[in-house]
C-alpha cells in the first residue's frame, strides 16, 4: 500500500484554497506533536484558542486503499498548507497526522491508523491544545489484558502489588522552575533530588522511572504520557518553592484532590504553567476521569512520607520546618489513577531553606526518609492484600 495515497483525498482540496484570501478572524494552529509510548501513541494540536470538538473515525476503505482513520474537525481555525505534507509517524500505531484546511472555516486533523482499539480526547487550556491518544496493540503486541473497554481502571490498589515508582523532577530545559537566592534553580535541584531518591527505591528493590533524566524541556504531555505508560505503582513528583514573602518556608507535601483547598490554587498554577482561573477547569477534567478514587490512597501515601520525613530531618537539622500534608489540584498529576504526591522541599526564596536544600547531607536524608515512606506504604498494602490486616 503507498504511503501517502492516504492523504491525497485531503490536500486534493488544497491547491483550490491556496488561492484564496484567509477569512478574517480565524484562529491559528501553533504547533503539533506526537509521541510513541509502549501503550498508545499521543498527538497534540496546540492553538491559539480554545475549541469544541469531537472524534470521528471512518473505516478503511481496501478498494481505495484508504486506511481506518480518526479525525477532529477545529472548527474557526486556519492551517492553510502549512502540513500539507504531513507528518510521518509509522510507529505501528499510526501511519501518519496530517491537518489541512478542510473548509474556509475550520481545519480538520486526520490520523491514518495502522492498529486501533480505543482512543481519548482532552481539550487542555493555558496553552489551548486537543490531545488524542490513540491505544492499541503495536506489532501484534498484546496490550495490557482488560484495558480495552477501561483505559483508566487501575484502580483496585489493595490488590496490586506494588512495585514501580515513578519520579517526576519537576520543570527542566526550558522550564527553570522557581529561581531563588544566589540564582539556585528549582530544576537542577529537582533533578538532584530524583536521583538521590532513585537509588534510595532502587535499594529497597523498587523498580524507578525518572521522567526526565537530565535537563530537558517536558511538555505536562509527556511528563503524564511516561508516568501512564511506564505503568507506575506510585508517582512521586519532587519540586522546590517560591514566594514572594522572603519569610516563607518549610516542606509540604501535597496529594491530589478533587475537594481542594482553595489557597492550594495559586501553588498548582504556578507548578504547572497555569493560570489560578484555569484551574477549576482542570478539576472538571479531573473528575470526568474519576480519579477521585485514587485520591484516598494518595492521601494515605503523602501521610506516611511526611511521618518519615519530618521527625527524622527536624531531629538532624534543627532548622528544619514542617508545613505538613495538604490537597492540590496538580496537573501534572490529573491523567494519572496511580496514587500520586507531590514533594515542596523547601523555599527557593528563604535564606535558610536554602542553606538546607545547598546541605549534601540534608537532601540525602530527605531522600532517604521519603523512600523509608514510600517502603511503608508498599509493605501495608501488601499485608492489606494478604488479609493480615492493616
Ligand atoms: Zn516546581
Redo the contacts with the bound molecule.
Keep these: 500500500m503507498s504511503h501517502r495515497c492516504g492523504a491525497f483525498l485531503l490536500m486534493a482540496l488544497l491547491p483550490l484554497l491556496s488561492a484564496v484570501e484567509r477569512p478574517a478572524g480565524l484562529g491559528d494552529v501553533v504547533d503539533v506533536r506526537f509521541w510513541s509510548y509502549p501503550d498508545y501513541t499521543r498527538v497534540v494540536v496546540e492553538l491559539d484558542r480554545s475549541v469544541e470538538v469531537e472524534v470521528r473515525r471512518l473505516p478503511a476503505d481496501v478498494k481505495a486503499e484508504r486506511p481506518e482513520r480518526l479525525y477532529v474537525d477545529l472548527p474557526r481555525i486556519w492551517v492553510g498548507r502549512r502540513y500539507a505534507d504531513g507528518v510521518e509517524v509509522g510507529d505501528g500505531l499510526l501511519r501518519d497526522v496530517r491537518l489541512g484546511q478542510n473548509t474556509l472555516q475550520s481545519s480538520r486533523l486526520v490520523l491514518d491508523l495502522e492498529q486501533y482499539d480505543r482512543h481519548r480526547l482532552l481539550t487542555l487550556r493555558s496553552p489551548d491544545r486537543v490531545v488524542l491518544d490513540v491505544y492499541g496493540r503495536r506489532d501484534g503486541r498484546d496490550s495490557h489484558p482488560g484495558d480495552a473497554s477501561e483505559p483508566l481502571s487501575r484502580l483496585s490498589m489493595p490488590l496490586r502489588s506494588i512495585r514501580t515508582v515513578v519520579v517526576d523532577p519537576?520543570?527542566g530545559g526550558r522550564d527553570p522552575?522557581?529561581i531563588g537566592l544566589g540564582g539556585i534553580r528549582?530544576?537542577d535541584l529537582?533533578l538532584e533530588i530524583a536521583r538521590l531518591l532513585r537509588k534510595r527505591l532502587e535499594q529497597r528493590g523498587f523498580q524507578v522511572m525518572l521522567t526526565r533524566d537530565d535537563d530537558r524541556t517536558l511538555d505536562l504531555e509527556e511528563r503524564t504520557a511516561v508516568a501512564e505508560s511506564a505503568n507506575g505503582d506510585l508517582f512521586i513528583s519532587i519540586?522546590?518553592?517560591a514566594s514572594p514573602r522572603r519569610s516563607t518556608r518549610g516542606l509540604e507535601i501535597y496529594y491530589l484532590d478533587e475537594s481542594h483547598e482553595r489557597h492550594s490554587l495559586g501553588v498548582a498554577a504556578?507548578?504547572n504553567g497555569v493560570p489560578a482561573s484555569e484551574v477549576d477547569s482542570l478539576q472538571r477534567t479531573l473528575a470526568r476521569l474519576r480519579v477521585s478514587e485514587a485520591s484516598v490512597h494518595s492521601g494515605q501515601l503523602a501521610q506516611l512520607v511526611h511521618d518519615e520525613v519530618v521527625p527524622s530531618l527536624r531531629r538532624n537539622h534543627r532548622d528544619f520546618q514542617d508545613l505538613g500534608v495538604k490537597k492540590g489540584p496538580f496537573y501534572v498529576l490529573f491523567m494519572s489513577s496511580m496514587p500520586s504526591i507531590l514533594v515542596?522541599a523547601g523555599f527557593l526564596t528563604n535564606r535558610a531553606d536554602v542553606k538546607l536544600l545547598r546541605d549534601d547531607a540534608f537532601l540525602e536524608g530527605l531522600a532517604e526518609q521519603i523512600a523509608s515512606g514510600l517502603e511503608r506504604y508498599r509493605d501495608r498494602e501488601s499485608h492489606l492484600a494478604s488479609g493480615v490486616g492493616g
Design positions: 519537576g520543570h522552575g522557581a528549582e530544576k529537582n519540586h522546590a518553592n504556578r507548578e515542596e
